[in-house]
């Protein structure tokens, strides 16, 4: 192999370690097949254009081309001519995926599902930091600089995918830039021939240093030597020193050992909240199964933001602990307060996967399986190392707190840590948060009249209007805002009730999670994306964090709010079903597979009891794909076949070969067949009847040549008449110049179509299949001669018959 080859393959396999760093925010990783493939096509023809060669701009063009074309036949097919050659559908195309790829970056916790639009971004930009790579560590023989495009693929991957696994793909990036040093170190080193190192002395060294008897290996493996020290110690030094906080996108902090430890770090779960309900297809979360009679109030609770720090609301960095087998009682609750014990078996789906898990509040006891852990403040449960929510199948044992008016009326003060902590707000804040409280809840006589107030005004009276187009925030800026133009979703509703009950001394906090869902004609309930919600939760004495629900057409108003009202009549005890804990349900909810049409119309759920539920699209197989991008790479090659043909024939004809008169007459002799070939390639075909120096004057006067391109063309007759009958052929002139002179005359008198042709499809590309049929045809002859001999081969010569006795 040569050093070019290897380097092309090094930055190839470089370019795929690389990558290898964003395997874990797609799910399934087959794309990273479907990426390695097209890439080795388009390195494939780099190093086919640099073997023409090409110049180092048309190689680049040459792989963006093919780049291009591979892209069009796996993601826009049928959009394509013959479905491989782009147009302005291609383009259009192209376009949507970008478009719907970005939405879905925003919208999918990690692990994604591989849609298309992702893996046009993920395949794309392999694609092209593959060819990043390659242009400059091969193409321009500089892998230096390759670290950077490098260096980018894994930092972007790295930061969206943290994980305890990052030290791999880190590793399997860096080893793959050093390979890619070690590479081009090798290969220059191999121009500058052997290593001799002088006369050993004694001691087995020489007079340079090296070991007597070294060869150029032993740079090699210094380089590998001090490339696998640094790689440890980038990964041992960072390890001993001190952890920073990683903020918003950092993982949660873990604790080792029993009896609990680490702490959750602060996060903010609310980073897609609003995607989520902007979808246009509401795909399933989860589902699962219950013995509560009335699911309206059952909100599958995730995390509670109980900081307000004037920016953002987000979660206290608290200590977490191994999960119990009975979580403790909730803080507050009095025995006086009716309740029932209800049993929850939740599946979670397959691509949903995040690292805090959905719950009825508040839970008494959690069975599932992994490494989870328990955040005793907010009763939820955070996965540990890397665990996360996605295809979880686990029952929760809750309890459906029933309080009447009457017990949250006479609610009496709460602790006083708890008030100090849960009541406090930003000086940030505006003084019209405070204001308006106090005037909505002007007349109330208590706290729990406060609230009702508070939920009122919200949900009907105060005139607010329920738009998940608007503006996302939850600082102090965004909580005035929402106050003026009163329009928002549930996030504007849920942290201003929260921040105004505060500035009334009420404790509050904000819950993020999901409603309770649809029900099903399985029983089950299905819970999608735009179930996601926030709402606030404030505490009374006796009853502990109680519900509210100020947002106007999205969940159920709790019945302990609404005047009179009665407690729901009390479930069953806890019965956990036989198929509560089958497999998760991979059946799409009705809504979900509800035609467009009817969503408009507001009759998927009639559409699903027609159609007796969905039926699930079967899985696409890769092979059609795989078959149709090498089906694409054997066409691309067919299409320039000829041009590379005709440059490599170009360079063979005008290069050195020797110094002795037949070198000199070979030589002329060539250049007079690229001029010919020339002419041909601009529609001037060649006569072999007519002697050089008629044939030149033909292509000067069908050609158009004047001036220096005409003087050439003679020129170079002249010396291919010397060679053939002079007896001293005589020095030839400089040829090469000649040529090209040549070609920008025949160029400069070409129209555009012409010019085109003359590159992409030359005529003297014919010469090929002459070729092919002439050694064909001698082949041929060779064989029937042969055969023919084996045929009349001498009587003595054959083997003697047996005779019969």
Known sequence: MSGRARLALCAFIATMLAAAALLPLVDPVSWIVQAAILLAIQSGVGALARRVPLARPLTVLAQVVTAFLLLTMVFARSQAIVGVLPDADVIVRFGQLLRQGTEDVGQYAIPAPATASLRLMLIGGVLLIGLLVDALAVTFRSAAPAGLPLLALYSVAAGIARGSAAWLWFVLAASGYLLLLLAESRDRLSQWGRVFGGAPRAGGRNVSGFEAGSTPRAPVRTGRRIGAVALGFALVVPAALPALDTGLLGSTGTGTGPGGGGTISAVNPLVSLQNSLTQSEDREVMRYRTNATDTDGLYLR????????????????????????????????????????????????????????????????????????????????????????????????????????????????????????????PGSLPDVVKSTAEQVTAGAANDYERAVKLQDWFASDGGFTYDTQVESGTGSAAIARFLKQKQGFCVHFAFTMAAMARTLDIPARVAV???????????????????????????????????????????SVPSYTQADTS???????????????????????????????????????????????????????????????????????????????????????????????????????AAWREITDSAWDYGIEPDASRTPRTAAERIVRIGELTGLAADAVHRTAGAVERVLYAPEPGEPSSLAE???????????????????????????????????????????????GRLAGLGHRPSALRRPSRQRG
């Open 513 to 555: 999670g999901f409603t309770p869902g649809t029900l099903q004609q399985d029983g089950s309930m299905s819970v999608g994306l735009r179930d996601a919600h926030a709402w606030p939760e404030l505490y009374f004495a006796g009853v502990g964090w109680t519900r509210f629900e100020p947002t106007p057409t999205r969940g």
């Open 302 to 425: 995730i995390v509670s933001l109980d900081q307000f720090d004037g920016t953002a609301w987000k979660s206290s960095e608290r200590r977490i602990e191994d999960v119990p087998a009975e979580l403790p009682q909730p803080p507050g609750l009095s025995p006086d307060v009716d309740r029932t014990e209800i049993r929850t078996n939740i599946s979670a789906a397959g691509w949903y996967a995040q690292n805090w898990l959905p719950m009825p509040y508040p839970a008494t006891k959690v069975s599932i399986k992994g490494r989870w852990r328990f955040e005793p403040a907010g009763r939820t449960l955070v996965g540990d190392r890397g665990q996360t929510t996605r295809g979880a199948q686990y029952g929760v044992n809750s309890l459906l707190v029933q309080p009447s008016a009457a017990q949250l009326a006479a609610a009496p003060a709460p602790p006083e840590s708890l008030q100090k902590e849960y009541t406090k707000v």
């Open 567 to 669: 407690p729901d009549s009390p479930t069953t005890p806890a019965q956990p079903e036989g198929t509560a804990s089958a497999a998760p349900v991979t059946t799409p909810s009705a809504t979900a597979a509800c035609p467009p049409e009817l969503r408009k119309l507001n009759d998927c759920d009639g559409a699903a009891q027609r159609n007796g539920g969905a039926v699930a699209a079967p899985a696409s197989s890769p092979a059609p794909a795989i078959a149709g991008v090498v089906v694409a790479a054997l066409l691309v090659l067919l299409l320039v076949l000829p041009l590379l043909w005709r440059v490599r024939a170009r360079a063979r004809r005008l290069g050195s070969g020797g110094r002795t008169p037949t070198d000199d007459a070979h030589r002329t002799l």
């Open 738 to 784: 000649d040529v090209r002179r040549v070609r920008a005359g025949l160029r400069a008198g070409a129209g555009r179509a012409a010019r085109i042709r003359a590159v992409i499809a030359p005529r003297s590309a014919v010469r090929v299949r002459w070729g092919l049929s002439r050694r064909w045809n001698t082949a041929a002859d060779r064989l029937k």
